[in-house]
């Protein structure tokens, strides 16, 4: 799943202010998954430390803010709870070394960073199913500071279509090949029911996408060129049941043999197969 943003981190003012106003909203910016992975691809950098650079970057911005020049490996891994010998392996990654006895130069580091994620572009978005989860992410005010901006909206129903969402008139999904060619969409998100996901995701990769976040809760074929992330809801759920009943195990002790608990399952066998609608 994509990773839930961090809370504002608030630090003392250590040292003259790293990063100006004037550098632009591109370097506060945080990318989305579909950014990261797609640069981190292109330059070989190993999937887990793909994983932890939206948390490095936010980390990093929040520094410049507060006027802190410098950071060492150390301060910045406590700050995002990872090891500094991690940190320093995938920054090193990305081609940043710190200088010993100093650190890492904040202002520099998010630059670079920002440079390699692509975050100076807008990357239009199109969502395909204006359902209740197409309506929310629709709101979402949190892409533009990650790099990302609404391009269209779809959907089939004909009570849907035609109605404006935050601003974005929705469009019948007949009308996703010209838009998406002319607003030069290259990523969209599926928030449909599961049984449409396929016919979906098909119609945008002829359309000319190659970037896919799937909510819809089944799993799609794409091209190798093409890049899917799945969300699927339901599954997360059932794994935090899983952690629920293992703490609830822990404190009961083992269940007696014949013994039914219908408690942390109860219910989630109802979500699942359920789509993004």
Not at 10 to 20: D, F, K, Q, V, Y
Not at 190 to 206: G, K
Request: glycine letters at 10%; charged letters at 20%.
């Amino acid at each position: 799943m994509s990773q839930l943003p961090l809370q504002r981190l608030r630090l003392p003012r250590t040292g003259a202010r790293a990063a100006s106003r004037g550098q632009g909203e591109a370097l506060r910016r945080v990318p989305s998954d579909e950014v990261v992975a797609r640069a981190a691809e292109a330059k070989g950098v190993p999937e887990a430390t793909v994983a932890r650079l939206p948390t490095y970057l936010q980390a990093l911005h929040a520094l410049a803010e507060d006027g802190t020049s410098t950071v060492s490996s150390q301060e910045l891994a406590d700050l995002v709870h990872v090891s500094a010998a991690m940190l320093r392996k995938d920054l090193s990654q990305l081609g940043s070394y710190g200088t010993r006895g100093v650190g890492y130069d904040v202002a520099t580091l998010v630059h670079e960073m920002s440079a390699v994620l692509g975050l100076e572009h807008d990357w239009p978005v199109a969502i395909v199913g204006v359902g209740n989860l197409g309506r929310a992410l629709a709101h979402y005010g949190g892409f533009t500071s990650r790099g990302l901006s609404i391009a269209a909206l779809f959907d089939a129903d004909p009570a849907v279509v035609g109605t404006v969402v935050n601003g974005h008139t929705v469009h019948h999904v007949d009308e996703v090949a010209a838009l998406v060619a002319e607003r030069n969409v290259r990523i969209a998100v599926i928030a449909t029911p599961a049984r449409a996901a396929q016919a979906t995701s098909d119609v945008l990769v002829a359309a000319g996408v190659t970037s896919i976040l799937c909510f819809a809760g089944a799993a799609v074929r794409v091209p190798a060129d093409v890049t899917v992330r799945a969300v699927d809801l339901s599954s997360e759920l059932q794994i935090l049941g899983f952690h629920e009943q293992r703490k609830r195990s822990d404190v009961l002790g083992p269940l007696r043999p014949g013994r039914a608990d219908h408690g942390a399952d109860h219910g989630i066998d109802h979500v699942v197969g359920g789509g993004a609608r």
